[in-house]
């Protein structure tokens, strides 16, 4: 056993008040840099502020409010809304997390947004998300390689491409939708609509990608189970250590079979495709401006494309970042919908009458009618402002930001400095905010056509953010969804089958209120039945 006198043969006489001195200066150091950490938000907008728990009692105080597994997101927008708090506040929690800078004006947004170079993407966000998305997807490159990659991306995201996408893939997805539903009509069965809508995504981002099927939504798609799995085993901050570790390795392992089964779907498609069928899909055009940069591209015809490693590299990425842009946040936004349509029955007869109105009263016009003049899609008002709606009511998040040494930003006159923090755009609280939106937790697609709509909420308005990197694939999104609506909404009645005591959060969805992780998913992923609509 180790004793005092064992010490002292190797010590000097005097190493206990060493010993004690060092701990001493040691806390003092920490004392005062603690004391100096409180003090920098004196004069800064924070809710209450103590000098021993900063705001960390406020941040309890608001995850109280709701049920445990609702998006944080609900956190910050209630403390937001508590304290009255304008253009951005501060959140002090050290030292049990890094302090936050909440921004609630868009203005202030707009300063972040349109600055990419000063305020990147938190590494904490982007740990688990580079995985997902791919290095060299369009999300995580940057500079020149960025608006390289984007501009090779940009010709397939244009509309009138994307419209000469509908008649084939889309609509013959879709329709593969409609038939489950009705054969979950006629079998009375409850399901969780998010999961059906997921898949259909997943069948969609596909077919306009890459022009394959991957079959999602009849049969087992390797692609579609590993994506889902991986995202579902993103760690959290709150997870015990033993949960992380099975997570991490869930994680991972699900990421390496995304990878294998992504990339040998891509290598396969272009192994066997003829040269007269490309020009199709979105990695089409993409190879095109590819080859073309390269100079591979002669006389219009592309070099093989699946013996090209480097481009193999990069459809795998970019593939993978519009599966994950696509896999949530299109499922989340239509799953509202109809969860708000079954609430509003008003609504719902105004958006089937659109539809018979522009499309025709019967399912063969309609299919005709589409087929031939898919720009038909972008002529439905009402269908346009229930879209927005959502999206505003059920902001899909963003991406966590760090600013540069030094940075700043400026609301009212006054500058703020925001470097040594994270950085969160609260998009939901800034379109949830009355300033803008009148009765801002009603779902009111009107006030989208009133002719009054205020120039101040249009720039409130931000589902997809904005800037330079805002999303690219925002269209696509936007006709998807209208596809879907046009062409189940009039053929079936939807009932949401949630328990009668179960929770409800008031202005979040009640009881279909965002759960975690990532962009939020309706609680029990929307569990529904579906009944036929008579002719």
């Known amino acids: 056993m180790l004793t005092k006198e064992m010490l002292s043969q190797y010590l000097p006489d005097n190493w206990p008040w060493l010993l004690l001195a060092a701990v001493v200066a040691y806390s003092s150091f920490w004392i005062l840099t603690f004391i100096q950490h409180r003090r920098f938000y004196h004069n800064l907008p924070t809710p209450p502020h ?48 890094e302090p936050i800078v909440v921004i609630v004006d868009p203005d202030v947004a707009k300063q972040i947004q349109t600055s990419p170079k ?62 489950i539903l009705t054969e979950l009509a006629a079998s009375k069965q409850r399901f969780r609509m998010f999961d059906l809508l997921q898949r259909l995504t997943f069948d969609l981002i596909g077919r306009t990608v890459a022009d ?45 079979n995304l990878n294998k089964y992504l990339l040998k ?52 990425d970019n593939a993978k970042t519009f599966y994950a842009a696509g896999a949530d946040s299109t499922p989340y936004v239509l799953g509202y919908i ?10 719902l007869s105004r958006v089937r009458a659109e539809h018979n109105q522009i499309f025709g009263n019967h399912i ?25 709606e959502s999206l505003r009511l059920h902001h899909i998040g963003s991406i966590p930001r760090k600013a540069v040494p030094g940075s700043t930003v400026t609301f009212e006159g006054r500058t703020y400095p925001i470097d040594h923090h994270m950085l969160l755009i609260l998009g939901g609280a800034i379109q949830r905010d009355p300033r803008y939106f009148y009765s801002p937790n009603t779902f009111d697609p009107d006030r989208f056509l009133r002719p ?68 939020g998913k309706p609680k029990d992923f929307l569990p529904m039945r579906v009944k036929l609509r008579e002719a």
Not at 158 to 163: D, F, Y
Not at 218 to 247: C, F, M
Request: aromatic share 12%; glycine share 6%.
């Open 118 to 179: 000063m305020f990147t993407r938190h590494p904490e966000a982007l740990r688990y998300l580079k995985e997902v998305l791919g290095a060299k997807g369009i999300f995580f490159t940057h500079g020149e390689t960025w608006s390289r990659t984007r501009g090779w991306f940009k010709p397939a995201f244009s509309m009138s491409h994307l419209l000469s996408l509908v008649p084939g893939g889309m609509v013959e997805e879709t329709l593969v939708f409609k038939e």
């Open 364 to 388: 063969e016009t309609t299919l005709s009618n589409i087929k031939a003049k898919p720009h038909l899609l972008n002529d439905l008002p009402f269908t346009q402002a229930i879209l927005k």
């Open 265 to 316: 779907m891509i290598r396969d498609k272009y192994k066997n495709e003829r040269e007269d069928d490309r020009d199709m899909s979105i990695l089409d055009l993409a190879l095109r401006g590819y080859s073309r940069d390269k100079g591979t591209l002669d006389g219009g015809n592309m070099a093989r494309a699946d013996l090209d490693h480097e481009f193999m590299e990069i459809a795998l």
């Open 452 to 519: 009054d709509f205020h120039p101040d909420s249009k720039s409130a308005y931000m589902p997809f953010e904005k800037g330079p990197r805002d999303c690219i694939g925002q269209q696509l999104a936007i006709l998807e969804m209208k596809l879907v609506l046009v062409l189940t909404l009039r053929y079936f009645d939807f009932e949401t089958v949630y328990a009668k005591d179960a929770v409800k959060v008031e202005g979040w969805g009640d009881e279909a209120y965002a759960m975690r992780p990532l962009s």
């Open 50 to 97: 103590g000098l021993l728990y900063g705001n960390i009692p406020q941040l309890l105080e608001a995850r109280k409010k709701f049920p445990p597994d609702i998006h944080p997101l609900a956190y910050f927008t209630s403390i937001a809304q508590t304290y009255n708090m304008r253009g951005l506040f501060y959140l002090d929690t050290y030292p049990i997390a």
């Open 338 to 347: 109809y969860y708000h349509l079954t609430k509003n029955p008003e609504i």
């Open 212 to 256: 394959v099927r991957t079959k999602s939504q009849t049969e087992y798609s390797a692609v579609q189970v590993s994506h889902s799995n991986a995202t579902r085993a993103i760690p959290g901050k709150s997870d015990s250590i033993w949960k992380r570790l099975t997570k991490s390795i869930t994680f991972y392992w699900s990421i390496r």
